[in-house]
């Protein structure tokens, strides 16, 4: 099993399943190595833009320049998921911001960039089993190392990412020992927060700010473990108006999502559905909303 945004990121390493492979500033998040390319993501979301991320990527604002002489020095990833827009570039802007509502992820997060060597040794203690599924599921864990690896398997090992049913999937432990060495580098100099959609925007509202938001889908809310109700698409199109800087936002094609932003500028891009169980494999539109 190879995974190819890993391997970019990531030297060949010797140690085999049980070895460690985590240099000092692995392990404390502060490697400074050069990142060339995508980095992979942790595991699948419900919603992740893995196949759109390359196109999205056309759409956001100078990248064509140096980035110290860019105009925009912040990029917040607002709905975070798995951050596969953050990933997706070795750099967007001077500073980056993953944001989050759901605790749970935020905290996996923080472990992957200051604690990845503790990460694999609980990953390797752990067995890949629906008993330790289930045991998660009824169990709080105690330590942050504990929780991320509750997560992991919560969200990594059930259908769809969904978090609720046990899924067995095939599990090579140096492809994951391979993703957290990565995810430590990439996620070095990015700010992590764990703020409601509504906090995050009002914070960084300011012209030299470029927000990329992948909420929920529109009528699809009930996927989500930490999601908006149908009030929060107007709210959200309301903080989104009066916002100073440039934003970006992906969404469902829906006939309310078009009404709700018929001001603003929508593009179309095709995909299929990777993660979402309902018709997975299936080629739909989704919507690119921009307000520049």
Same mark, same amino acid.
């Given at each position: 099993?190879?995974?190819?945004? $890993?391997?970019?990121?990531?030297?060949?390493?010797?140690?085999?399943?049980?070895?460690?492979?985590?240099?000092?500033?692995?392990?404390?998040?502060?490697?400074?190595?050069?990142?060339?390319?995508?980095?992979?993501? &942790?595991?699948?979301?419900?919603?992740?833009?893995?196949?759109?991320?390359?196109?999205?990527?056309?759409? $956001?604002?100078?990248?064509?320049?140096?980035?110290?002489?860019?105009?925009?020095?912040?990029?917040?990833? $607002?709905?975070?998921?798995?951050?596969?827009?953050?990933?997706?570039?070795?750099?967007?802007?001077?500073?980056?911001?993953?944001?989050?509502?759901?605790?749970?992820?935020?905290?996996?997060?923080?472990?992957?960039?200051?604690?990845?060597?503790?990460?694999?040794?609980?990953?390797?203690?752990?067995?890949?089993?629906?008993?330790?599924?289930?045991?998660?599921?009824?169990?709080?864990?105690?330590?942050?190392?504990?929780?991320?690896?509750?997560?992991? &398997?919560?969200?990594?090992?059930?259908?769809?990412?969904?978090?609720?049913?046990?899924?067995?999937?095939?599990?090579?432990?140096?492809?994951?020992?391979?993703? &957290?060495?990565?995810?430590?580098?990439?996620?070095?100099?990015?700010?992590?927060?764990?703020?409601?959609?509504?906090?995050?925007?009002?914070?960084?509202?300011?012209?030299?700010?470029?927000?990329?938001?992948?909420?929920?889908?529109?009528?699809?809310?009930?996927?989500?473990?930490?999601?908006?109700?149908?009030?929060?698409?107007?709210?959200?199109?309301?903080?989104?108006?009066?916002?100073?800087?440039?934003?970006?936002?992906?969404?469902?094609?829906?006939?309310?999502?078009?009404?709700?932003?018929?001001?603003?500028?929508?593009?179309?891009?095709?995909?299929?559905?990777?993660?979402?169980?309902?018709?997975?494999?299936?080629?739909?539109?989704?919507?690119?909303?921009?307000?520049?």
């Amino acid at each position: 099993m190879k995974d190819k945004d $890993v391997d970019r990121n990531t030297p060949q390493m010797n140690a085999g399943e049980g070895g460690t492979a985590f240099g000092p500033s692995a392990q404390d998040g502060n490697c400074t190595e050069e990142i060339k390319g995508s980095t992979a993501a &942790i595991f699948g979301w419900i919603g992740g833009k893995r196949l759109l991320r390359d196109r999205i990527g056309e759409f $956001v604002p100078e990248q064509d320049k140096p980035l110290k002489s860019r105009e925009i020095k912040y990029f917040v990833e $607002v709905f975070g998921g798995v951050a596969w827009m953050l990933l997706s570039k070795p750099r967007w802007f001077e500073y980056e911001i993953y944001n989050d509502a759901n605790g749970e992820l935020v905290n996996l997060f923080n472990v992957m960039k200051y604690h990845p060597r503790e990460l694999w040794k609980e990953f390797r203690l752990m067995p890949d089993s629906e008993a330790m599924f289930e045991h998660f599921k009824t169990n709080k864990p105690i330590t942050d190392v504990q929780r991320a690896a509750a997560c992991y &398997i919560k969200y990594a090992h059930s259908f769809s990412a969904r978090g609720d049913t046990y899924a067995f999937k095939p599990n090579s432990m140096t492809v994951l020992q391979r993703k &957290i060495i990565a995810l430590a580098r990439r996620l070095n100099k990015v700010s992590i927060t764990n703020e409601s959609y509504e906090q995050i925007i009002r914070r960084y509202n300011r012209p030299n700010v470029f927000l990329y938001l992948d909420p929920p889908y529109y009528g699809c809310e009930d996927l989500y473990d930490v999601t908006i109700t149908p009030d929060d698409h107007e709210k959200l199109r309301d903080l989104l108006r009066g916002f100073s800087g440039k934003w970006a936002l992906s969404y469902n094609d829906h006939p309310a999502i078009r009404e709700l932003y018929r001001d603003f500028r929508i593009e179309t891009i095709s995909t299929r559905y990777s993660a979402l169980g309902i018709e997975k494999g299936k080629q739909v539109d989704e919507l690119l909303v921009l307000n520049y």
